[in-house]
């Protein structure tokens, strides 16, 4: 039987926008502001540039690596250098299939909030009405569950369509898109009156702020932006051309993903503190959905601002979701030769089942509980939706990177690694004494203590 050619990026500027995309996700624009509130405003900005700097960039060089050297999906890839390692590909796999049956959720409550300001924007009348608005919806049995099919069916009509015709094509469209939109609100931020307080709380450094518990959010929030441990970059890395560039391709990556999160906190806490004052920043998940659109009817524009803001987090949800269904269609593809629309639907099914439990969850009538432990709180029960989360957060995506550091470092050899990076010589790596040393030492103990943070605490990494 013949071979058939794998798929490739028909563009080095195209697989960086769309490895950006899949970095480039809620957490960037609905976490990001928050977690520069709690860690104090610009101490967090700063440990988080050096954690993506000296741990992010690695470890996604080091996927891309594994990627590109095997040309296969992330179990292929691994069970390719060491069978034997076939288990950390499966690791990320369960992770993403897991992220993506509740990522396609709040996918849905992102359209929702579209259709509402499409539509007027009207949320109701009363003191709370935002809250009593966002908990109404997503406290009910059937509206939620259709928004995220939508958002799901919208993901898998890009994916089908293959890497150079629909990711790629898609990702040069909607990356531009939503800088513009973001660049836009910021302009608009920046100069309410009142604005230059929160920009004045966001860069700000005190030396008090730098301790354990801002540097451990830094560690948690990079992790989760950059797509690293969860094996999207191994499939995306698979995709690229032996040509080009991983080291400058990995940098413009954690660039693009910076520079898209700072924008948003630069967009944001401005806003909040003209209207909400600091507390604002501390609404937890609802933050997007109850908080913003408060601030938003509070000046001229509102209505305009909050669909353009939650037109951005559409694209951002989306290219993440899109990485997310992407890798775990590569692995039916690959391993089991199937075409791409059933792979997706085959996918789609037990998807949506655990996107019902989760989105169930949000009520406690109608909600599932299941088993959590941690050392803090020990065995109890939790929601569904709470568990999902902490499973992924908490568990899987520390493992997985521990496990990919480890196989780099210690089983494949990082002088492998350095041979793909440089592409036998042809891109000469200056700084890969440097690199293997965080990959074979600094990385995995940096993990290990992000687990020990999380399954102690009982704090997810997001």
């Not at 902490?390 to 990919?404: E, Q, S």
């Not at 074979?440 to 943070?453: D, G, M, Q």
Request: charged share 15%; proline share 4%.
């Amino acid at each position: 039987m013949v071979q058939q050619k794998r798929s490739q990026w028909a563009s080095n500027l195209g697989f960086i926008l769309a490895a950006a995309g899949s970095a480039v996700g809620l957490g960037n624009i609905w976490k990001f502001p928050g977690k520069v509130g709690a860690g104090g405003g610009g101490a967090f900005l700063l440990c988080y540039v050096v954690i993506v700097a000296l741990i992010g960039f690695p470890i996604m060089l080091a996927e891309l690596s594994v990627g590109r050297r095997t040309q296969k999906n992330m179990v292929g890839a691994f069970r390719s250098l060491n069978p034997k390692w076939a288990f950390a590909g499966k690791i990320g796999l369960v992770t993403l299939f897991v992220i993506m049956s509740y990522y396609s959720v709040v996918g849905g409550w992102v359209l929702k909030y579209i259709w509402v300001y499409l539509t007027g924007g009207d949320f109701g009348t009363g003191a709370t009405v935002y809250q009593d608005y966002f908990t109404d919806f997503i406290t009910d049995p059937g509206e939620p569950l259709l928004w995220g099919l939508v958002f799901l069916v919208m993901t898998i009509f890009v994916v089908v369509k293959g890497v150079s015709k629909g990711i790629e094509k898609v990702s040069k469209v909607l990356m531009p898109c939503l800088f513009l939109l973001l660049v836009g609100i910021c302009i608009r931020a920046v100069t309410l009156p009142g604005a230059s307080e929160g920009l004045k709380f966001m860069f700000t450094v005190k030396m008090e702020d730098f301790n354990g518990d801002t540097w451990v959010m830094a560690l948690g929030q990079a992790f989760f932006s950059l797509s690293v441990g969860m094996g999207i970059l191994v499939t995306y890395g698979s995709y690229v051309p032996k040509e080009e560039n991983l080291v400058k391709s990995a940098a413009w990556i954690c660039v693009l993903d910076t520079g898209v999160a700072f924008l948003a906190a630069l967009a944001i806490i401005p806003v909040v503190f003209v209207t909400l004052g600091a507390d604002g920043l501390g609404m937890g998940g609802g933050f997007a959905f109850m908080a913003l659109p408060e601030v938003f009817a509070g000046f001229a524009g509102g209505k305009i601002f909050g669909l353009v803001f939650f037109l951005l987090l559409f694209l951002a949800a989306l290219t993440s979701a899109i990485s997310i269904l992407e890798s775990c269609v590569a692995f039916l593809t690959e391993e089991f030769h199937m075409s791409r629309l059933k792979a997706s639907i085959l996918l789609a099914v037990p998807m949506s089942l655990l996107s019902a439990g989760y989105s169930l969850s949000q009520s406690e009538a109608r909600g599932i509980n299941l088993p959590w432990f941690d050392f803090t709180n020990g065995f109890q029960m939790l929601p569904m939706n709470a568990v999902m989360e902490k499973f992924t957060d908490n568990l899987m995506i520390p493992v997985g990177a521990l496990c990919f550091c480890l196989f780099v470092g210690w089983s494949w050899k990082t002088t492998q690694a350095v041979r793909e990076i440089e592409n036998d010589g042809a891109k000469p790596f200056p700084l890969r004494g440097l690199w293997s040393v965080m990959m074979k030492y600094i990385a995995p103990v940096v993990i290990i203590l992000i687990l020990f943070f999380t399954i102690g605490k009982g704090e997810g990494l997001s």
